[in-house]
């Protein structure tokens, strides 16, 4: 994710301090909720446009100010950016809380809504078998493009890092680590160690440039130390409820899972993709996942959306929209809370490295689970032979890497290629 370099002189007129409404946040958000395929990366370009390019009401600056505050703090970046710019030009919570909500909810409600109909077969109930073997096919075709997706998104985000050996090294070193010992606690401790070293062996050259104050939220209430607070208490809280009341509901199995997931994803999105496969592969198969990602990838809106699908498919409709509530929360209030002490938390050298070697430590997960996913959807199933499920992901990730496609027309292309293969399979049975 390349961070804005823009020059405010290129862009007259731009208007740090003109405030916006409510309404015109609104309408802005809800229009990016609708329009924002692409994931993370497209999500910065489309703000960058309209905030700077075409309405002017945000300098480059600014922007890349709370861009880089974005990707320090735990949590969804483009939800989180686009939050801390509502706040900023609304001077208000509320105003970020109405941009949160325009831009999650209307890709959140389709994910939960489609896991409903698949979890009681709504989609196949009245397909024969040979109806029902194409889709499969074309589904699992589809499948093998979103994997591409993982593995694209992973080279993405490496390529901020691509100057470091040393944190190429973590990237690789955590990959091949966690590929072998594919286990929760193992992430947690690659973390935490990749960002003691990174902090011991620093390089000066990627430290965040000291930001200057050029806003004030001082009469924004909740943002800062209560939001902290708050983040902590909850927290607790969580843990507390599981412990006592797991074993009479599975509500509080996935309220712990994804708020503990929500606070820990630093890197970017795509993270969410190993902390998920590692935190229900007990009770949801890969393929439940995969379908989780892919549908997540044809659908504008944040990569932690998948909260929803995974929760509505565990336990109905209520269990996804709480689900996604308590992945986004940890996020959104350490957002709040570092708003209010943005000059300190990016003058923080040491905080910077630490959270640079976390990152790239979760960047090489993000190679692991492709990794995975590669396996469950090329070699693991009974309509493709692996050597042209291989093909058909190697295809989607030409089309991604070097020839720079759209992913829905990427994941198009691997649906055509899997009914190609299902009306193969028709012929020769």
Known sequence: MADPELKKELIPNVDDDKKMTNYEIFKTCLYLGVTSFGGPIAHIGMF???????????????????????????GPTSSQLLTAIAIVKTKSLQGGIISFLCFNMPALIVMISFAEFIKTNYLTADLDQNSLNIL??????????????????????????????FQLSITIVSA??????????????????????????????FLIPNPQ???????????????????FVIYVLVYVFYFIFNDYSINFYLIESFYRIG?????????????????????????DILNAFTLV???????????????????????????????????MLLLFSSLRFMTWVN????????????????????????????????????????LLGTMNFFISFLLLEKYKMNVLFVLFIAAVYGFVISMYNTFIS
Request: a positive charge.
């Open 136 to 165: 499969q096919t074309i589904a699992i075709g589809i499948c093998q493009g979103a994997v591409a997706v993982v593995l694209q998104a992973g080279m993405s985000l490496s390529s901020k890092i691509k100057n470091s050996n």
């Open 347 to 386: 003058e923080k050298p040491k905080l910077q490295f630490f959270l640079r070697g976390v990152s790239s430590s979760a960047i090489g997960f993000i190679f692991t689970s492709a990794t995975i996913l590669w396996y469950d959807s090329c070699v693991k199933n009974i309509h493709f032979h692996f």
């Open 297 to 331: 990838s044809l659908l504008p809106g944040p990569m932690f959306n998948i909260a929803g699908y995974i929760g509505a498919i565990v336990n109905g409709i209520f269990s996804g929209f709480l689900s996604a509530f308590f992945i986004f929360l940890p996020g």
């Open 263 to 287: 606070a820990l994803i630093i890197g970017g999105g795509h993270v969410v993709i190993p902390m998920v496969l590692n935190e229900f592969e007990k009770i949801l198969s890969k393929k």
């Open 213 to 231: 104050k050029i806003f004030e939220l001082r009469s924004v209430k909740f943002i800062g130390i209560p939001a902290l607070a708050t983040f």
């Open 48 to 74: 960058e446009k309209i905030f700077i390019k075409e309405n002017k009401l945000i300098s480059p600056t600014t922007f890349s100010q709370l861009f880089a505050l974005a990707n320090v703090v735990p």
């Open 176 to 205: 091949i680590i966690y590929l072998s010992f594919n286990q929760y606690y193992m992430m947690i401790i690659l973390m935490t160690l990749s960002g003691f070293f990174s902090t011991k062996l620093h390089e000066e050259k």
